[in-house]
């Protein structure tokens, strides 16, 4: 089983800063690799697929990088509504899918 | 459009069965992938399993093998998840979620992310 490893657990961030969270595999998934939202009470939202494809209505301050093993989710202007849970998810290893544990960004 | 409308919560005792729907609108059923994700309180989310429905196979976690079933009924464009020997630390919120992507010649699925969820169901276990 591919291991997804999130990193911080939580970043603290002020609004209108640049938030960066990073996702490690235990080993390559090529870029295969999406990233969801999920705020308190909803489902996830998908944001990123493909390592760096802005899904469909996704805001342009989303931006995905990486490849291999190493991959970065950037928000370049946090606004409020950014403020929530992000997972990173491999599909590499399809039909075997994994998520990462998430990183909850909050408002410094 | 496509559109993913899950059955209600269940109450369920420590060994018993549930069976969760996800009934699809809009789209082309048979052809892209449904995914069963899971989150317990307060936890983050677990994949459990997936079925494309034009291949007529489901895949599962290894940690969900031999207790979690897939099944679809392209009739009702319906997708059904039964967990069964249910134990306390199955109480979570059950997630559908269609996979938008592409069945490739060799079998495989190009993957676009899940991009559609249903509501989420709730499934307790006690006793």
């Known amino acids: 089983e591919i291991v997804m490893t999130q990193s911080p657990a939580t970043l603290s961030v002020s609004p209108g800063e640049r938030a960066t969270l990073s996702c490690r595999a235990s080993q390559s998934v090529a870029n295969n690799l999406a990233w969801y939202q999920q705020k308190p009470g909803q489902a996830p939202r998908l944001l990123i697929y493909?390592?760096?494809s802005r899904a469909t209505g996704v805001p342009g301050r989303f931006s995905g990088s990486g490849s291999g093993t190493e991959f970065t989710l950037t928000i370049s202007s946090l606004q409020s509504e950014d403020f929530a849970v992000y997972y990173c998810q491999q599909y590499n290893n399809w039909p075997l899918y994994t998520f990462g544990q998430g990183t909850k960004l909050e408002i410094k | 459009q496509v559109q993913l409308v899950q059955s209600g919560a269940e109450v369920k005792k420590p060994g018993s069965s549930v069976k969760v729907s996800c009934k699809a609108s809009?789209?082309?059923?048979?052809?892209?992938?449904i995914n069963w994700v899971r989150q317990a309180p307060g936890q983050g989310l677990e994949w459990m399993g997936g079925?494309?429905?034009?291949?007529?196979?489901?895949n599962y976690a290894q940690k969900f093998q031999g207790r979690v079933t897939i099944t679809a009924d392209e009739s009702t464009t319906t997708v059904y998840m039964e967990v069964t020997r249910l134990r306390s630390e199955d109480t979570a919120l059950y997630y559908c979620a269609r996979e938008d992507g592409t069945v490739t010649p060799a079998g495989g699925y190009l993957s676009y992310g899940m991009d559609v969820w249903g509501q989420g169901t709730t499934v307790a276990v006690s006793s």
């Open positions: 493909g390592a760096s």
């Open positions: 809009g789209g082309t059923f048979s052809s892209y992938a």
């Open positions: 079925i494309i429905p034009i291949l007529k196979a489901a």
